[in-house]
Nanobody
Framework: QVQLVESGGGLVKAGGSLTLSCTAS????????MGWYRQTPGNEREMVAT??????KYSDPVKGRFTISRNDVGNAVYLQMNSLKSDDTAVYYC?????????????WGQGTQVTVSS
C-alpha cells in the first residue's frame, strides 16, 4: 500500500497563489499518471491537471493559471496555482496511477482544503 500525503492548502485572497504538494510514501515500479482533482460539496470530483508520460493536461477553468509538475523520482507531484479565484475553492486531491509489483494501482490522497476569499 502507498500513502499519498498532501500539503500546501489554506486560505488565500483572490489573485493570490498557492503551491500544493503530494508525496508518496514510496515509489511505484512504474508510474502511469499523476494528477490533481478537486471537489466541492454536492458535486463530483473533477480533473484539474494531469501528467501522463510527460504530457500535461489542464481543465479549461485553470488553463494558464495552474502548473502541474513532478520530481525526478516520480514519487511527488506539485500544483502551482496562480491568480486564484473564488471558484477555485475546493478540496484538492492528488492521484497516482501505475504498476506496483505487477498490479495496477490507483491511489488517492486525503485531500487538502483550498479556500479563496473574494
Amino acid at each position: 500500500q502507498v500513502q499519498l500525503v498532501e500539503s500546501g492548502g489554506g486560505l488565500v485572497k483572490a489573485g493570490g497563489s498557492l503551491t500544493l504538494s503530494c508525496t508518496a510514501s514510496r515509489s511505484l515500479s512504474n508510474v502511469n499518471a499523476m494528477g490533481w482533482y478537486r471537489q466541492t460539496p454536492g458535486n463530483e470530483r473533477e480533473m484539474v491537471a494531469t501528467l501522463i508520460s510527460g504530457m500535461t493536461k489542464y481543465s479549461d477553468p485553470v488553463k494558464g493559471r495552474f502548473t502541474i509538475s513532478r520530481n525526478d523520482v516520480g514519487n511527488a507531484v506539485y500544483l502551482q496555482m496562480n491568480s486564484l479565484k473564488s471558484d477555485d475553492t475546493a478540496v484538492y486531491y492528488c492521484n497516482l496511477k501505475g504498476w506496483d509489483d505487477r498490479r495496477f494501482v490507483d491511489y488517492w490522497g486525503q485531500g487538502t482544503q483550498v479556500t479563496v476569499s473574494s
